[in-house]
């Protein structure tokens, strides 16, 4: 039976376009969209998603209005496959610790990546990676990034729905405290002693891990303003030092606070380079 053209087909026309990319990460941000359900159908009726090859084997070349880059930057095809990304992108957004800061995989940027790769593989010299993992906006103009490892499914919507809608997607800045404190949380770092990375940590998980009774450990990267005021970096040194003179962490383990999975963002790194000198 000869199939009419489909009702679908239609509707795409005139909506607007959706690409997502993957490069070196866990998969966890994708996933995060996936987690979207109900929310991914409605999406999908007001957004053309024509490239997820974690969704879907059918998949479009561009040009995309909008795309969603996860994943850092470790090897040279990368670095050439970005700028080609980004010119098929009308907008392009990073999401993830490590397409915004480099992630986790970010460590190699203070080892010795050829030592690494001598001791894993038995061939190393097929090995083609760079020395350092390096975010997306390094290679290329970002318009928007989403912290987070992963990111919060429910910001990622809210941004998709304001680009929709035609207005500036509104991102937030402030420190998990302020979350904290929202939500009537005993701090962590005043009541137990812990070493909170919460201060000077941009909000989005929605304080998981202090509401958990635990230290937060920075995976939504540095706030701004939290310390040291509007559109400012946050004050890590005088957290840093709070932990080294109160709470008595060595400045290695001042160091190993800061770098993370967000360790290769400027304030993160700075502050770990300079316990490290100490």
Not at 20 to 38: R, T, W
Not at 227 to 236: F, S
Request: glycine residues 8%.
């Amino acid at each position: 039976m000869r199939q009419r053209p489909s009702a679908k087909k239609t509707k795409a026309v005139g909506r607007p376009t959706l690409g997502v990319f993957k490069f070196a990460s866990c998969d966890g941000c994708q996933l995060s969209m996936l987690n979207l359900e109900d929310e991914l159908v409605a999406l999908g009726q007001a957004l053309n998603i024509v490239y997820f090859p974690e969704a879907s084997s059918a998949m479009q070349d561009g040009p995309y209005d909008i795309v969603l880059v996860e994943g850092s930057i470790t090897i040279p095809e990368d670095a050439r496959r970005i700028r080609a990304v980004r010119e098929q992108a009308a907008v392009l957004i990073t999401i993830g610790a490590c397409a915004t800061a480099g992630g986790i995989q970010a460590l190699r940027n203070w080892a010795d990546v050829e030592a690494f790769k001598r001791a894993v593989y038995p061939s190393p010299q097929y090995i083609d990676s760079l020395t350092t993992s390096t975010p997306i906006s390094e290679h290329v103009r970002v318009d928007y990034e989403l912290w987070g490892c992963p990111i919060d499914k429910a910001q990622l919507l809210r941004v998709l729905v304001d680009l929709l809608a035609g207005v500036q997607p509104r991102l937030p800045t402030q420190s998990v405290c302020l979350e904290c404190k929202r939500q009537g949380h005993v701090c962590v770092m005043v009541a137990r002693g812990m070493p909170c990375l919460g201060p000077v940590t941009r909000t989005g998980c929605g304080a998981i891990c202090p509401s958990m009774g635990r230290d937060c450990y920075g995976c939504f990267g540095p706030a701004e303003g939290a310390t040291a005021g509007p559109g400012l970096p946050p004050n890590t040194t005088s957290l840093a030092t709070r932990f080294h003179r109160d709470l008595h962490l060595i400045p290695v383990e001042v160091v190993r606070r800061f770098r993370g999975i967000n360790g290769a963002a400027k304030p993160f790194k700075d502050e770990g380079h300079a316990w490290e000198e100490a």
